[in-house]
């Protein structure tokens, strides 16, 4: 079927025209313009004529054109690997719309950087031509949550000094040197006689402090860190057992450490979230 006979087919469709009429699609473009009005026809479809913003999970992006309609209706972006999403909070005119890219785009399995088109679909259903290709970055706008929106469950005090988001330099050394002097969500800190007479470390201690963030109002978490200072490499221990889901609005965050005589070892972790402009996560 050629192109203008598929652009009639839909246009029949959107009419509500009835299949007989809609048979006259196999005819020339003059015969169907004689059966129906085509400047009405393509005076119902939306046009984009320009687009900018920040294509990624939580970016804005404005889009303006012709024909949009007053009343709200979608917006799809649709990536290269055959992704669709609709965005969110429209600010919505006739000729100009406002849009944000969903932040839980990060729980797409195996998201990447790759092209993507927009399009609109006005809430009579009409569907723009597609804008595009643009750039799609897989990586998501950010913020740091800050450590008072984190909840301490348990913070082992099997060492001899225990710090658990109560430490003023609990990175040690990372933050000292100002290299991850920003916002930390969580810290945490175990020494095992470090700094007194010897023969006051006795055996090695261990355990597991746990946090929890929960996020609301469409936030979402979107990428996390951890650091560690360990003052005897070879001896103390430090991991991070679990984190934060991408997209996922609650987790418990867990940290293993082991910490032998006369030793410290210091912990600190960021997380990012993304979500809806102008509201709070909490």
């Known amino acids: ?18 299949p007989v009429q809609a048979e006259a699609t196999s005819h020339s473009l003059a015969q169907l313009c004689a059966k ?14 320009k687009g900018f913003g920040n294509i990624r999970p939580g970016g804005s992006v404005f889009i ?40 839980n785009m990060v729980a797409i399995p195996t998201l990447r950087d790759q092209k993507a088109t927009l399009r609109v679909v ?14 799609f970055f897989a990586n998501a706008v950010q913020v740091l949550l800050p450590m008072r929106d984190t909840k301490k469950i348990t913070c082992v005090t099997d060492a001899q000094y225990n710090h658990c988001n109560d430490l003023a ?7 000292a040197s100002g290299k991850y002097s920003e916002v930390l969500t969580l810290q945490g800190g175990h020494s095992n006689a470090w700094g007194t007479g010897w023969g006051a470390g006795v055996g090695t201690d261990k355990g597991t402090d ?21 003052s005897e490499a070879k001896e103390g221990s430090v991991s991070f057992v679990t984190g934060c889901p991408k997209g996922g609005t609650s987790c418990s965050a867990s940290v293993s450490w082991t910490v032998t005589p006369w030793d410290s070892v210091y912990y600190h972790s960021r997380v990012g979230i993304c979500g809806p402009p102008g509201t709070k996560w909490k």
């Open 1 to 18: 079927m050629r192109r203008y006979q598929i652009v009639w087919l839909v246009a029949f469709v959107l009419l509500g025209l009835a």
């Open 36 to 49: 129906i009005n085509c400047p009405s026809v393509l005076a119902a479809f939306p046009v984009i004529e």
């Open 64 to 103: 303006g054109g012709r024909r949009f309609g007053s009343a709200p209706g979608k917006v799809v972006l649709k990536l290269e690997s055959g992704h669709e999403v609709e965005l969110t909070h429209l600010e919505w005119f006739d000729e100009v719309i406002g849009a944000q890219i969903p932040c």
């Open 122 to 135: 006005t809430k009579g259903g009409a569907v723009s031509t597609a804008w595009g290709p643009v750039p």
């Open 169 to 175: 330099d609990a990175g040690g050394d990372l933050v």
């Open 210 to 230: 746990i946090y929890e963030y929960k996020l609301a109002n469409g936030w979402v978490f979107v990428s996390q860190d951890f650091k560690k200072v360990i």
